[in-house]
């Protein structure tokens, strides 16, 4: 078990779902990551997400690929935020993954990178670019060391290819809300219920949903059928706001995850 799995097992009991908000570290800079993964736990978020910068991302919309091309323009390394996490780690309460492009792991060694990822606080990793074919040895590796890894689910998956990710998928999985990139929407798809009960139906993992979540409409709706929400732009957007003034970035993530929380039944 792992603090993934055990994070799950406890909401279940208690019938709730896992808010799960994502943030780019290091942007605008190190400190501030620190800053706000410190704010979301102490405003009851179940999990954070920390995108790991990367030049040439795969699903990321505008407004995340943005902060992405903020923070390697502070010239952050993978170490330098590695170093920061493992800091503010002890005064967390909440697990916290890493969303990451598998060429960052392949560059750093897969074993390596889960060695420090572990050792900086992580508890899994989110990999959106590598296919289920090309997975095996990575998952073997995770397996091994009790580190969770992610995979993501689209609706354009075919159902036979969604079960065969599923399997190779630890902690959860990341059921992609719409068709496309990152980015707050209006509207989430009509059929978008269906497909995640189907899914739910024939895999033991819990299923957090993510893309397009912005609004307390969207928790609402999408609550009773997931085992936890994430939202990634809606936040990312906010703490641009941090270049100007920290204090006010600060408090606008407070108001919409206290909302978003809310919603969620949190």
Not at 1 to 25: C, H, N, Q, W, Y
Not at 183 to 205: A, I, K, M, N
Request: glycine share 6%.
């Amino acid at each position: 078990m792992t603090s993934i799995d055990d994070l799950f097992v406890r909401l279940k009991a208690e019938g709730k779902k896992a808010f799960m908000p994502f943030i780019t570290a290091a942007d605008p800079n190190l400190a501030f990551t620190r800053k706000v993964l410190h704010k979301l736990d102490q405003l009851g978020c179940s999990m954070a997400e920390v995108g790991i910068p990367y030049s040439d991302p795969i699903a990321d919309g505008p407004v995340i690929q943005a902060s992405y091309t903020r923070a390697l323009g502070n010239k952050v390394k993978l170490h330098d935020i590695f170093d920061q996490i493992a800091l503010e780690k002890p005064n967390l309460s909440m697990p916290m993954v890493s969303m990451v492009s598998y060429a960052i792991i392949h560059r750093q060694g897969p074993e390596r990178f889960v060695e420090d990822a572990m050792t900086a606080g992580f508890s899994g990793a989110i990999v959106p670019d590598l296919l289920v074919e090309e997975s095996s040895s990575l998952a073997k590796i995770c397996a091994a060391k009790k580190f969770n890894l992610i995979q993501l689910v689209t609706p354009t998956t075919p159902r036979e290819r969604a079960l065969k990710i599923a399997e190779q998928s630890s902690g959860f999985l990341y059921f992609v809300s719409v068709t496309g990139i990152t980015g707050e929407r209006t509207e989430l798809p009509p059929d978008l219920v269906e497909r995640v009960s189907w899914l739910r139906e024939r895999t033991p993992l819990p299923i957090c949903i993510g893309f397009g979540i912005s609004k307390p409409e969207h928790v609402k709706l999408l609550a009773p059928v997931s085992d936890g929400l994430i939202v990634g732009s809606a936040i990312v957007r906010l703490m641009e706001q941090a270049a100007v003034s920290e204090q006010s970035a600060l408090l606008a993530i407070e108001q919409l995850v206290t909302a978003l929380l809310q919603a969620a039944g949190n």
